[in-house]
């Protein structure tokens, strides 16, 4: 059992950044995969980036690549997502999930889910 609680959500303007941060608790094992995933309004929920316990090659999906920065700091049992270059096309429902698969990428069989934070981006 994992507990993941999201934090950092917001409004910005079009070309803004904000950065996220999930805290993970109440585990007998720390998950070995990570993962930041997004719904639209209207829309189905989607994998942005998932990261490893050793934080070795994140995955990233390409409509995020080269905007978005997964990191991981196992000591404070928290991931961030750095987010850059926002466009409304980025307005979700941000949320963190756990998976002890030992692979990591979005189709990693991800079991717990926090309640997610919601960021909106303004043109």
């Known amino acids: 059992q994992v507990h993941l609680v999201e934090s950092g959500g917001g409004s910005v303007q079009t070309g803004g950044s904000l950065t996220l941060s999930c805290t993970f608790s109440?585990?007998?094992?720390?998950?070995?995969?990570l993962g930041w995933f997004r719904q639209a309004s209207g829309k189905e929920r989607g994998g942005a980036t998932s990261?490893?316990?050793?934080?070795?090659?994140?995955y990233y999906a390409d409509s995020v690549k080269g905007r978005f920065t997964i990191s991981r700091d196992n000591a404070k049992n928290t991931v961030r997502l750095q987010m850059n270059s926002l466009s409304p096309e980025d307005s979700a429902m941000y949320y963190c999930?756990?998976?002890?698969?030992?692979?990591?990428?979005?189709?990693?069989?991800?079991?717990?889910w926090g309640q997610g934070t919601q960021v909106t981006v303004s043109s």
């Open positions: 109440e585990y007998t094992y720390s998950p070995y995969c």
């Open positions: 999930a756990a998976s002890y698969s030992h692979y990591c990428d979005l189709r990693s069989p991800f079991s717990y």
């Open positions: 990261i490893s316990t050793l934080g070795i090659k994140p």
